[in-house]
């Protein structure tokens, strides 16, 4: 177990819907990214988040957004679903912002339909 | 029909054998190489790591290589076990001064045959 929490496990939406996702950080850990996972694939990283701010983004377009919190867990947010968006989000954290190893949760499935 | 990605590379081994799993990676300027374990329905789990200084570090029962030269990376794992069956990430970091950003290859499936 890493200590990053994510909920839910699984959700299920509908094309143009919009989803919220959560994540606790490891204790100790200021940092958190997300990235998604298709099937079959390795994942991809969406964003990152340090001190309450986002200081790195990958390919990935303007409704995927996200916020940390003062007790530095996160959430990502999901607007105008597509069928794509269907992937395991994978929440991150870390003890600081760079070069720092990577503890995953064990992610949410979000199902697009 | 078939959809890309979907059919991953596989290892199949037998329990008490040694495995190795190759990971070739994009970025000259990446100093930091990470090996990740994911099995069904989890997020990838740290296995070992290893920085750019370096050419091989050892774990309990794992060991990463790294050749820079060719911008090659492999994990071996000696006595393969059951339990060592999973998707194998290997990760690398583009350096870019400013996150943690990885960027992973499509894994690896690794099956043990008892």
């Known amino acids: 177990e890493t200590g990053v929490t994510q909920s839910p496990t699984h959700l299920i939406k509908t094309r143009g819907q919009q989803v919220t996702l959560r994540c606790s950080s490891q204790?100790?850990?200021?940092?958190v990214s997300w990235y998604q996972q298709a099937l079959g694939q390795g994942p991809q990283f969406i964003f990152q988040?340090?001190?309450?701010?986002?200081?790195g983004r990958g390919n990935f377009p303007p409704r995927f957004s996200g916020l940390q919190f003062p007790n530095y867990s996160s959430e990502l947010n999901v607007n105008a679903l597509e069928l794509d968006d269907s992937a395991l989000y994978l929440c991150?954290?870390?003890?600081?912002?760079?070069?720092?190893?990577?503890?995953f949760g064990s992610g949410t499935q979000l199902s697009v339909l | 029909g078939e959809s890309v990605g979907l059919h991953l590379p596989t290892l199949s081994v037998q329990e008490g054998d040694n495995s190795i799993i190759n990971c070739a990676y994009s970025?000259?300027?990446?100093?930091?190489f990470i090996w990740y374990k994911q099995e069904s329905g989890k997020g990838p789990q740290f296995i070992i790591d290893?920085?750019?200084?370096?050419d091989k570090r050892q774990g309990q029962r794992v060991t990463v290589l790294l050749n820079k030269t060719v911008k090659h990376l492999s994990l071996q794992i000696a006595a393969t076990q059951p339990g060592d069956s999973a998707v194998y990430l290997c990760?690398?970091?583009?350096?870019?001064?400013?996150?943690?950003?990885?960027?992973f290859g499509t894994g690896t499936l690794l099956a043990v045959q008892p």
């Open positions: 290893i920085r750019s200084n370096m």
């Open positions: 990760a690398e970091n583009p350096s870019d001064g400013a996150t943690n950003k990885l960027i």
């Open positions: 988040y340090y001190r309450e701010e986002e200081n």
């Open positions: 970025n000259s300027a990446s100093d930091y």
């Open positions: 204790s100790g850990h200021n940092t």
């Open positions: 991150a954290s870390s003890l600081d912002s760079v070069n720092e190893k990577l503890f």
